[in-house]
Each structure stands twice: as structure tokens, then as C-alpha cells.
């Protein structure tokens, strides 16, 4: 099929950076780096759906914490947190761009053993020396503050609602790309087939038509599709699609409409969503998922799920599924965190992969820092090394306990 000009074609044959993937973590790369006024150059997206249907990104459940075990994940989440909240002046304080609605309605993890209760009081010990104000509750005061919930089999609980909750990313997904689009970022409706490797960077990549183009740098990010370039075997990307359902559930019954996203001991998590409740859960076995695979099991609604909600809080014994989805994590096999920066041998081919369940909280983050080690070849704000490549080679996880 002859492609249309206009949206499939690059305009140039070379460019500085070439980006593969144009959702959230792409398209912030590309923000950040056209933004940044050490950056010279042209900058080409492409991404092969531009309606972004079958992406995480548009799957999302759009929900931010704080509450990871790992002191890094809290420092993106508080760089990201502060990006929402100020989003206007982030963008240069243009007059178009509005406030970004963000519901601070918190995180309540709960635990029904002392393991778990053990894990979350640690957790607040850093969270706290981060200024974040988690505080444990017991049996008691969870019934206490959130009068709704069945406590029976629990013994405790973590809460925290200073900055967590949920937000638009759509709208900061939106205005991202037309400003980047406004600054001269070419977005392409194509797909990067190919990567041509020399001794030590990639020389040129190959669209879907077989055009190929000249790069100074490439960045992967591409979703699920990340291990599309594996080219050595000495660095395998471990990311593989994996299926995650979302419930969007109402009822009649007087509940308030800011109750926090509850993490139940049982693994599945809900939170209020305006005016209905939204609920997230795993499949019944978590493996590998087909790309296409997007069937929702209904059957684990009635039988597990609902059932589930109901004993956490009896107001749910009465609700209706209003809406159901299936989205895909770019699961990281080996750890669930985000892989980013370059390639340990290939040095002008970066990584922004792998995010599993929490990229899109953590896009400003990721879009500033890898514009920085593209820009500069270090990072100047947030060092994220810990998150690098390598640490697959080394076999050492990132170790961050509070995985949704
Ligand atoms: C159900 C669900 C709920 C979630 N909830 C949350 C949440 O509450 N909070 C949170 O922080 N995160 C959440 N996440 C995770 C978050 O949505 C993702 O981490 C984030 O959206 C990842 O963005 P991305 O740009 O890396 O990947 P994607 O959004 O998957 O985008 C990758 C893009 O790359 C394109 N592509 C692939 N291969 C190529 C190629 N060769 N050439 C060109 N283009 C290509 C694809 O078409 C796709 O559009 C959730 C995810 C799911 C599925």
C-alpha cells in the first residue's frame, strides 16, 4: 500500500534523535529534550498507532503515589507530583494550558498479617524521611477513618493522600505533543522495523516501507513491543505484555466519593472515580499475554472480584459494572521498574522501558531525566543509574517491595 505523505513520511532523511513509541514516555522524551535550550536539533517520533489504542497509555488507570519502597521511585514520584501540580509554569506558563485536575484521595494499603504490617512500617520510616506524611493505622482507627470498611481480618494499614491520588495525564499527554509538535518535533504515523548497528552506536534505523534514516540517537519506547531490538545477546530487555483488567462499577448506596485507592491483602486494588468506582486486578493466571489479546473475563468479575469488594465494603454488595477493560503492562519480568538510559555498549541507543504498572506517574520524570543524558551525558537532576540497563547484565534487581 502506498502510504500517505503527510503522516507516514519523515521530512528529512537524518536526524539528531529518532524516537520509536509516541505515547507517554515518548512523547515526554521528545517535550523534554525540544524544551531544553542546550538542544540543538531535529527531532522525529514515531509511532506506528497514533490513535494509541491498544497502549498502556490509553488503558491507564491515570493513578500517582507515593508510597514506593524504594527511595528513588518516592523522588520521582515527588518530582512528578510537583510537575502536575504546577504543569503551566513547567510549560513555559503559556496561557492556553489549564490546571490539571488532580484528586488527592490518598493510598490505603492494608495488611492482614504482621509480615505485611511490618513491610508498610518500614516503608513509612522512608516515606516519612522524605517528608512524606504516611501514617500507619491499626485495626481501630482504620475503622475510624474510613468507617465503610470491613476490618475484620486485617491488623493495619499505611495512608497517605499528600499528593496521591489521581490525575488527567490526558491532558498533559495533549500538550506535550502539540507543543513539541509547535517547536518542530515531526510526529509519524510509521513503525521502526529496524536497528543498523556499528561497532559501538546504531548508524541508521529502517521504517516500516524500508526508508531508512540517518540518527544521532535512538530512544526505545516502545511499550510492550521494547525487546523488538534486542540485537546482542549479552543484553536481553525482560519485558513482556501482561494483562490487567479495570472495573468502573456504581452504586446506590450512600458511600462518600473520595475513597482512597485501598490496596487489599487479597492483591486487587479500587479507589473512588468521580462519581463511580473504578477497581484493577491481575487475571487469574498472570503470564504472558497475546499483543492482541484484550478479552475481558467477566466470570472473574462475578466470582472473585465483586465478591472480594463486597467483604471489604459491605456497601458494595450492591453495584452495578458500569465499564470494563483490558489493558497490557510492559511488564518487566526481571524486576517491574522502569529500564532507562543508554545501552552499555551502544552509546547513542537509550531505554525507557519496562514500566509495568507505574510509567505513566513517572513520564516527567522520565522525559526530564533522559533528555538530560541525551543532552549532557550525565544526569543533572534526578540520578537514575540505579534504573540503567546494566543492572540486567549484573543480574541486580531494583528492589522496590510496593508493586501494584
Ligand atoms: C490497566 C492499566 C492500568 C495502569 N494504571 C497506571 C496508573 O494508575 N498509574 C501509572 O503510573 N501507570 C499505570 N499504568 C502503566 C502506564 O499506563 C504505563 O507504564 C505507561 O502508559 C507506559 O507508557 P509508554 O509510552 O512507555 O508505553 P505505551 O503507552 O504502551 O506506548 C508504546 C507505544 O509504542 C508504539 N510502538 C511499539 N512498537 C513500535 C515501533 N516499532 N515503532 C513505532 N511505534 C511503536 C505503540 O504503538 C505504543 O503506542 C497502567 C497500565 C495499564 C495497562
Known amino acids: 500500500m502506498k502510504l500517505n505523505k503527510t503522516e507516514y513520511d519523515p521530512k528529512l532523511n537524518s536526524y539528531e534523535v529518532v524516537i520509536a513509541g509516541g505515547a507517554m514516555i515518548g512523547t515526554a522524551i521528545a517535550w523534554f529534550l525540544i524544551s531544553n535550550r542546550d538542544f540543538n ?3 522525529l517520533v514515531v509511532e506506528k498507532d497514533p490513535t494509541l489504542e491498544f497502549s498502556s497509555t490509553s488503558r491507564t488507570n491515570n493513578s500517582i503515589r507515593q508510597q514506593f519502597s ?3 521511585n518516592i523522588e520521582i514520584s515527588k518530582f512528578s507530583s510537583n510537575y502536575i501540580l504546577n504543569f503551566k509554569s513547567y510549560m513555559e506558563n503559556d496561557e492556553r494550558i489549564p490546571e ?25 520510616k522512608l516515606q516519612n524521611s522524605l517528608n512524606i506524611p504516611t501514617k500507619i493505622y491499626d485495626q481501630n482507627s482504620l475503622l475510624e477513618k474510613f468507617p465503610y470498611l470491613n476490618v475484620k481480618n486485617l491488623i493495619g494499614g499505611s495512608y497517605n493522600n499528600y499528593n496521591e ?8 499527554f495533549n500538550w506535550w505533543k502539540k507543543k513539541a509538535a509547535e517547536k518542530g518535533v515531526e510526529f509519524i504515523k510509521n513503525e521502526v522495523t529496524e536497528i543498523a548497528l556499528d561497532s559501538n552506536k546504531i548508524n541508521a ?3 516500516k516501507d524500508g526508508s531508512k534514516l540517518k540518527i544521532g540517537s535512538f530512544v526505545n519506547a516502545t511499550g510492550t513491543k521494547a525487546s523488538t531490538f534486542d540485537k546482542t545477546h549479552f543484553l536481553r530487555i525482560p519485558v513482556e505484555p501482561r494483562k490487567r483488567y479495570t472495573f468502573i462499577f456504581k452504586t446506590e448506596a450512600k458511600i462518600n466519593n473520595s475513597v482512597p485507592l485501598i490496596i487489599d491483602p487479597t492483591g486487587i486494588h479500587f ?3 468521580g462519581n463511580y468506582f473504578l477497581c484493577g486486578c491481575a487475571p487469574e493466571f498472570d503470564n504472558t499475554a497475546a499483543y492482541d489479546d484484550f478479552t475481558i473475563d467477566y466470570e472473574l468479575w462475578e466470582e472473585k472480584i465483586w465478591p472480594i469488594l463486597a467483604n471489604r465494603i459491605p456497601d458494595f454488595e450492591r453495584i452495578k459494572l458500569v465499564n470494563a477493560w483490558a489493558g497490557h503492562y510492559a511488564f518487566n519480568t526481571f524486576d517491574q521498574n522502569g529500564i532507562i538510559g543508554p545501552h552499555p555498549e551502544f552509546i547513542n541507543f537509550y531505554f525507557a522501558n519496562g514500566f509495568s504498572g507505574h510509567g505513566l506517574q513517572q513520564s516527567p520524570a522520565v522525559g526530564r531525566a533522559l533528555s538530560e543524558k541525551i543532552i549532557y551525558k550525565k544526569y543533572r537532576t534526578l540520578n537514575l543509574k540505579p534504573l540503567s540497563p546494566e543492572r540486567l547484565i549484573e543480574k541486580k534487581p531494583f528492589l522496590e517491595k510496593a508493586i501494584i
Do not use: E, P, V, W
Not at 488532580?102 to 512500617?121: E, R, S
Not at 491520588?165 to 498533559?172: K, P
Open 100 to 124: 490539571i485536575m488532580f484528586k488527592k484521595i490518598g493510598y490505603l494499603y492494608l495488611a492482614d498479617d504482621i509480615k505485611k504490617l511490618n513491610l508498610l512500617k518500614q516503608n513509612q
Open 165 to 172: 491520588g489521581y490525575f488527567d495525564s490526558n491532558t498533559i
Open 41 to 43: 536539533g531535529k527531532i
Open 271 to 273: 479507589r473512588s472515580d
Open 205 to 207: 534505523i529502517t521504517l
Open 70 to 72: 524504594n527511595r528513588l
